[in-house]
């Protein structure tokens, strides 16, 4: 329908003709309220917002000379965070003479990135920022349902076997 034939049916109908989708050849137009349009719209965008999930990234901090106990502790963190959907951080800190034994501290971090496996994939591999080493993971892309197994099926009584009452 050409434009002005569309605009006078709204106008007739003391209505306003709003463009659905401009982008479409031709585009998409519709009789309507503006002011219902405009609330619709807020109402679908807040909706949507609702539903989103903000991923902070939060942060296990290492030493060189982390001990196992701690070690530990601390993977279980970077597991659960990453469980949780949010991203984890994993920085170490090299102090004084430790920088020159750089090498450890990637030990520590590939170890981490090792451990944790499957639970998260790696977004930055480690790599030097001053006097600290970063390694940044993400959680891993939920894996699709394993397919539910049927229910087994209780056998029918025969006729010739004697039903209980």
Not at 53 to 59: A, N
Not at 72 to 92: I, P, Y
Request: hydrophobic share 40%; aromatic share 6%.
């Amino acid at each position: 329908m050409a434009p002005f034939e569309a605009l006078k049916m709204a106008r007739e109908r003391s209505l306003d003709l709003v463009e659905i989708s401009p982008n479409a050849v031709p585009p998409v137009c519709k009789i309507q309220d503006y002011g219902k349009f405009l609330y619709e719209k807020d109402k679908s965008d807040r909706a949507a917002r609702k539903k989103q999930k903000i991923i902070t990234i939060k942060e296990v901090k290492f030493s060189v000379t982390v001990d196992e106990h701690d070690y530990q502790t601390k993977k279980n963190q970077a597991v659960r965070f990453l469980g949780e959907g949010d991203k984890v951080k994993a920085s170490l800190r090299f102090k004084g003479r430790q920088m020159a034994h750089r090498d450890l501290g990637y030990k520590i971090i590939n170890r981490l990135i090792v451990d944790i496996g499957d639970a998260g994939q790696v977004e930055f591999m480690p790599r030097m920022e001053g006097t600290t080493l970063h390694a940044i993971l993400a959680p891993s892309k939920k894996e699709a349902a394993p397919a539910k197994k049927p229910a087994p099926v209780a056998p029918v009584p025969s006729e010739s076997a004697p039903v209980q009452a």
